[in-house]
């Protein structure tokens, strides 16, 4: 239903929606509610006469029959963590926020046959730690990962820094429960690393951000913890040297790379502004450094490899200069500049972001040919590039030129996010590599999807959610 048709939720279907959530499932005092009304960036402030916080499958399963029934809008949230306002509900307070942050209990360890069953409401460390307490891993690791949920993460199909080695969210999830938009539970909890018995519902309800199904539950894949890594930090001149040195060190130490992550100067240079205590990694600024990261086996020679590796690169050429980590001291160190990129380009003013990826041979192009462009689009933009290099995800993002204020900054952010999307694009790559579509990309993805995969997501989501309850105004 139309955004501007849409009436206020009736207080008889508000009175069952507070029954159905629960004991503590319910909350709407202003000042409760307020929290889970913003996005991350500021972007999005949403408005809705109540949040449901409950339980048990069972109860959400009751909330969504209600909505289903009342044809009353819902917004599934867990950790409210994404960046495109994918679980924030529309500001005219029509919508009922479903927070899952109350579904979260750890259902099954399995260490032998290395899997984990969780709530969609479990924080991504708090499982991390339980694999961990079993020694295994679970390697979807990511800047959120104290605050964002398993549910959403699987809702946007998260990827992170390890995604090279072990896939995104999607290769993780081994099976789903999902409480269907018409309150049915589907429960496809299974352990398969096989199954190719007909359509597979669990890679449709993964990545669709909300709008198809709840989440509720899944059974995620344990790997073996590595009994040793390597952390180095390498300079190179462009971004065609740092692929070459990304190819060259994954070979050298026999495929045991697990993440690889690219910072362009500037990005590094705001990182180490307004990181407290931070300190230059080389004795003079590169154009682009590398951050790597190895896993290894007990017993193996991997220090070794990599060492003799980045000496083979440093004569050949692809590396300016390169810093094996001694301590895990000076590995934190290290992963603490890439991660504190984010906050410190928040602090340099506005910025507008962007998180595309294109095939990692055409990275050289496309950000030679994106700089100039934004560059010649608004003389002075300050361009920050940092991203998960191996899989060429890109955060190409600008920072507002230091003479201009943030408002004549951002009126430009539809004229230069243009430029960039149609840039990637044309190299052959995606306008979201991580964030998916939310509220903020719906305009791009009608832009940059043919009429065929548009017309098969519509049929999808007509099928699935014909009264349109779930998630409404996001993606499509
Ligand atoms: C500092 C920082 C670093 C980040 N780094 C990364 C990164 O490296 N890689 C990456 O991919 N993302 C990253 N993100 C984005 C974000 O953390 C991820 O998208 C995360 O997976 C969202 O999880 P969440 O629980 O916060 O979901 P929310 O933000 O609450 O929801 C996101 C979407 O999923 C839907 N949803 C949530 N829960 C469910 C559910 N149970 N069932 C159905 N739909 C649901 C919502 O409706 C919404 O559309 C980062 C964000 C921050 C703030």
Same mark, same amino acid.
């Given at each position: ?34 929290? $889970? ?40 949230? @867990? ?6 306002? @994918? ?158 040195? $990304? ?83 000076? *590995? ?77 900054? *951002? ?36 832009? $940059? ?18 009264? @349109? ?8």
């Amino acid at each position: 239903m139309p955004e501007a048709e849409r009436s206020p939720v009736a207080p008889e279907i508000l009175l069952r929606l507070r029954e159905a959530a629960g004991t503590g499932g319910w909350v709407d005092a202003p000042d409760e509610v307020a929290p $889970y009304l913003d996005e991350q960036r500021g972007r999005y402030r949403g408005a809705t006469p109540a949040v449901l916080r409950p339980g048990t499958t069972k109860a959400v399963a009751e909330i969504v029959r209600i909505c289903a029934e009342t044809g009353t809008p819902l917004v599934p949230q @867990g950790g409210n963590t994404g960046l495109v306002g @994918g679980a924030v509900p529309a500001p005219d307070s029509t919508e009922i926020l479903l927070n899952l942050g109350r579904l979260n209990r750890i259902r099954e360890v399995d260490a032998a046959g290395g899997t984990i069953t969780a709530e969609a409401g479990c924080l991504l460390a708090n499982l991390q730690r339980a694999a961990e307490e079993v020694d295994r891993l679970l390697p979807l690791s990511l800047g959120a990962e104290g605050t964002c949920q398993i549910g959403g993460n699987l809702a946007t199909n998260a990827g992170g820094t390890q995604v090279m080695r072990y896939g995104s969210a999607r290769s993780l999830a081994l099976g789903l429960e999902v409480v269907l938009p018409d309150g049915r539970i589907w429960n496809g909890l299974k352990r398969l690393v096989k199954d190719n018995a007909g359509y597979d519902l669990r890679d449709l309800f993964i990545g669709s951000e909300g709008t198809l199904g709840v989440i509720t539950a899944a059974v995620l894949r344990l790997f073996p913890r590595p009994r040793q890594s390597v952390t180095a930090l390498a300079a190179a001149s462009s971004v065609a040297d740092a692929v070459k040195l $990304y190819a060259a060190l994954a070979a050298a130490s026999g495929d045991r790379m697990t993440g690889c992550e690219l910072m362009s100067e500037r990005a590094l240079a705001f990182a180490l502004h307004h990181l407290p205590g931070a300190t230059a990694p080389f004795s003079r600024a590169h154009p682009w450094t590398v951050l790597m990261e190895f896993h290894g086996g007990a017993g193996d020679d991997l220090g070794a490899a990599v060492e003799s590796g980045f000496a083979e690169a440093l004569e050949l050429g692809p590396a300016l200069d390169a810093i094996v980590a001694q301590s895990a001291a000076q *590995e934190q160190s290290l992963w603490r500049l890439r991660e504190s990129i984010p906050d410190a380009q928040k602090r340099e003013g506005a910025s507008i972001k962007h998180d595309i990826s294109v095939p990692t041979s055409r990275m050289a192009s496309f950000t030679t040919r994106a700089d100039q462009e934004v560059e010649s689009a608004l003389p002075g933009v300050r361009v920050v590039v940092f991203g998960h290099l191996a899989d060429g995800n890109l955060h190409f993002n600008l920072s507002q030129p230091e003479d201009m204020s943030a408002d004549v900054f *951002e009126a430009n952010r539809d004229r230069l996010s243009r430029i960039v999307h149609d840039l990637a694009v044309s190299e052959g790559g995606s306008i979201s590599a991580e964030h998916g579509i939310g509220r903020m990309k719906q305009a791009d993805l009608a832009r $940059y999807k043919s009429a065929e995969e548009l017309d098969i997501m519509r049929a999808i989501k007509g099928a699935i959610d014909p009264r @349109g309850i779930l998630n409404p105004g996001k993606v499509l």
